[in-house]
């Protein structure tokens, strides 16, 4: 099945400076990158994905990456604010009639104001 | 706010004791997917109805089962309850199974402490 690996585990930066988040997946027939945002007693949030058609996606200040060849995708935030820190979930999944999320192990980040 | 539902908040139970979460999906949305949240394992996919019927399973335990219903909420029972069963158990639903544009929006969670 599926394997996603993540990294950094946790991460700070200084308010108004970038974070980058890592992920990379097993699966070659993966082609949906969802990114999510759990903050602390609440559900993951979506807040950017990307599919296999597309190299990079925007939206703001948040950006997501995607690297099929490497099969690797990236979560880029720039001019990080503290209302970013955050735990971060990347995930892959397959198109098909079951569309079961493959998580990676999430990035506590950090935000210093 | 997701729009997805889901009680109780918090469940604490005691050992071989049987709980049932509850979740109603998106309005419009067909699909309902189960995830547990431990510290151990991170978020896992247990299993996934579509319209009323089974579509996938993932890690889930044979102790552990659901249903959808004709109004399209969701129950996920979990009977002989371990410690090792104590985590967060969320739900999250999308339009369809496994469309192009099938995103899963998450619920708040069930927070299950066995004891």
């Known amino acids: 099945g599926e394997n996603v690996e993540q990294h950094p585990s946790t991460l700070s930066v200084q308010e108004g400076d970038s974070a980058v988040i890592k992920c990379t997946y097993s699966?070659?027939?993966?082609?949906?990158f969802p990114w999510y945002k759990q903050e602390l007693g609440k559900g993951p949030q979506l807040i950017i994905d990307?599919?296999?058609?597309?190299g990079e996606k925007k939206d703001q200040r948040i950006a997501v990456t995607l690297n099929k060849t490497a099969k690797h995708f990236s979560l880029h935030i720039t001019e990080t604010q503290p209302e970013d820190s955050a735990v971060y979930f990347c995930?892959?999944?397959?198109?098909?009639?079951?569309?079961?999320?493959?998580f990676g192990s999430g990035t506590q980040l950090t935000v210093l104001p | 706010d997701s729009g997805v539902t889901q009680t109780p908040k918090h469940l604490i139970t005691a050992t071989g004791q049987r709980v049932t979460l509850r979740c109603s999906p998106r309005?419009?949305?067909?699909?309902v997917y189960w995830y547990q949240q431990s510290l151990d394992q991170g978020l896992q996919f247990l299993i996934q109805?579509?319209?009323?019927?089974?579509?996938a399973k993932g890690n889930i335990l044979e102790r552990f089962s659901a249903q959808q219903f004709p109004d399209l909420h969701s129950e996920l029972n979990l009977s002989s309850l371990e410690l090792g069963d104590s985590a967060l158990y969320f739900c999250?639903?999308?339009?369809?199974?496994?469309?192009?544009?099938?995103?899963?929006?998450f619920g708040p969670g069930t927070r299950l402490t066995v004891l």
């Open positions: 999250a639903s999308s339009v369809l199974a496994g469309a192009g544009t099938d995103t899963q929006y």
């Open positions: 699966d070659s027939a993966s082609n949906y």
């Open positions: 990307i599919r296999s058609n597309v």
């Open positions: 995930a892959a999944a397959r198109s098909g009639s079951a569309r079961q999320l493959t």
């Open positions: 309005s419009g949305d067909l699909s």
């Open positions: 109805y579509y319209n009323g019927e089974e579509r």
